[in-house]
Structure formats: structure tokens, C-alpha cells
């Protein structure tokens, strides 16, 4: 079966990770502020590692006050973690239609979500595309709004130029094990705010009062004092090391993703049925590899002919606000609603080869005669 996705290792995340067991210190230590400093280099800016993605997310909103009565500005086709980590505060996630060629904040409909209860906008970098970042960030200006990027798909994509995390205001990164690099589980938060960065600092362990410094340092917190509501989700030594090798390993596990893709362009170019969104990929990093298949009747015959042919494919993602919690019905995308019935994701990790895409993207033709 050639799966939909899958994390890349070698003996070197084996081997470090042994030596962290060798040294006994499995918690949040010394081999965390090493990642956070390469991480930090790599960015450009400062970087707080946290237990996951969706906790990156939560805690950056909390940082910035994100309250009950306050209201998230946020694409609905996104994982549901984008929407929990709002409501997780008691804030509101308000969905926004996305734009039919990039999938991304569709900015007509960001303008018109924004009320006198919003506080923040969450853009969605999907598939490792970010859309007009650059006009998002406009609006916020002007509104005087944070941007929370949920930056899960994009690590090491550029942007006119510049790393996603190097510039805005905040951009959060998932580890987790089939994102562009992993750390097990994980994630991080990378900012220029120096004071947003700080608490969360705190927030991780508990609230507890510069636990983080005390930690790097070997030592422990016995007497301290709490501030503020914290939470339990730091990032541990195990996989701070699977993360250190992974980012070492980060120029060969881009550039294959990147070369995957480009080979699944060359078959979809040009073809009248199925859409592909046009990234240029000597800039971005593709989490994902999504096509649109247009008058597809039944996708659910088409995932499961796929599969007979040993091929795993995905959804990313069903429409979050359909989903009970966040109001059913209340919300009516056009794009979303048209655009999520014909998405289909195509395997894509950097196990795969040249030949793999070849295999799939024919399996494909044939199925839907294009
Ligand atoms: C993976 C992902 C997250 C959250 O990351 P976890 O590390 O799994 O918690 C958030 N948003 C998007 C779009 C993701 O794909």
C-alpha cells in the first residue's frame, strides 16, 4: 500500500533518541533549548517548542488574550484543531470561505466576518501555500487585529522571499509525525514579541514562574509563584532529538517533497477535469498534495478504487463549520461548500519515489478517464 502519508526517519533520530535514553533525562531539558536555538536560527527569530500544534495555537491566542466574547476569524477548510484551539479559550471560531485557487482566507469574505468582536485572524497556510498573506496582514493593520498564522503546513516555505516565521506577527508550526519535519508529536511558536513569547514560556509548564529557565539549566522548581492559568505542554528531551535530526535533514526531506509535487503537476497541467493549485514550489514546502476533480459524482467509489490499487488517499478537510459544535448550518460558504465535495489528497511523504507518483497519477487517468 502506498500510504497517503508517512514521517521519514533514519538511525540518526534512532540514535538520538537512544542517547537521550542513555542519559536518563527524558523531560523538558537541555536537548529543548538546543532545538529552540537551532529553530530560532533557522527562523530568524525566536522560538517557543510546545507538546503539539494545536497547543502552539491555543497558547499563542491565550498570550494575546483571546477571551470569551472574542471572536477568531478563521478559514473553515482547515484541521479542526485551528477551530478547537479558539474555542478551547471560550472564544468563538468564525468561519471564512476560502479562495477557489489558492484554498486559502478568501479576502472578500475575511472583510466581511470582521465585527466588533474580533480580535484576531487565524490565516490557514494550506498545503504549504500561504494566498495573499501580504494582504491579511494589511487588514489587521488596519483594523488593528492579530494574525495568528497556523503555520502547520508550511514549514520552510518562503514568501516573497522570506521564511514563513521570520516576518508578521505570530506563526505556529506542527511536528507531529507527517508534517515537513517531525518531532514525534510537537510544535512551535515563533514570534517577534518578546513578551507574547515569555508567557508562553510560563503557560507550558503550569504557569509556573520561569520553570523554563530553571529547567534549561538543570535545575528544578520548588518554590514558585503562578500569575496566570497554564496548561501541561511542554515539549520532552525524546523529542526535542528526533526533532534536532530532522531539521538537520530538513534540505533533503524538502526538496523531495517538492520534486513529488512538481512530477504531479506535469500529469495534471493542462487538463480540463481535475484542478491543482499552481504553487511555486522552489518556495514552497508542500505538506499536502490536493487536486479538485470537477462533475466527480462519487468520490467515495473513487477513494475506494484507489485503494484496490494499492494506493491510500485523504480528504483535507471537511468543512468545520458544518460540524455540530461550531452551529451547523448557521454559516453559508459558497466555495467551501462546492470545493470540499471535490478535493481529493494524493499520497505525498519523501519515501516516495518518482515512480510511486508515475503509478498514481496513471491509476488515476484511468479511473476518472481523464
Ligand atoms: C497538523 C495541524 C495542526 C495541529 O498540529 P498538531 O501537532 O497535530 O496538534 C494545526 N493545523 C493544521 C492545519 C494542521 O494540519
Known sequence: MIRLSKCNLTNQEKKAVINIMNAQYLGMGQEVMAFEKKLS???GRETVCVVNGTFALMLALDAINIRKEDEVIVPSITYISSFQSISALGATPIPCDIDPFTMTMDINDLKRKISKKTKAIMPVHYAGGVGNLEEIYKIAKNKNLRVIEDAAHAFGTKYKGKLIGNFGDIACFSFDGIKNITSGEGGCVVSNDKKILT???NTRLLGVHKDTEKRFANKRSFKF???YQGWR???SNIMAAIGIVQLSRFNFLSKK???LAKRYDSYFRNNKNIYFIEHDYDNVV????VIRIYNLKNRELLIKNLKKKGIETGIHYQP??????YSGNKYYLPNTEKISKEILTLPLHPSLTLKNIDYIAQSLKKLINF
Open 257 to 259: 517533497r517538492q520534486l
Open 225 to 227: 509563584d503562578v500569575k
Open 233 to 235: 505542554c511542554h515539549m
Open 199 to 201: 508567557k508562553i514560556k
Open 41 to 43: 536560527n533557522f527562523f
Open 320 to 325: 468545520n463549520h458544518k460540524l455540530s459544535l
Open 286 to 289: 508542500p505538506h499536502i498534495y
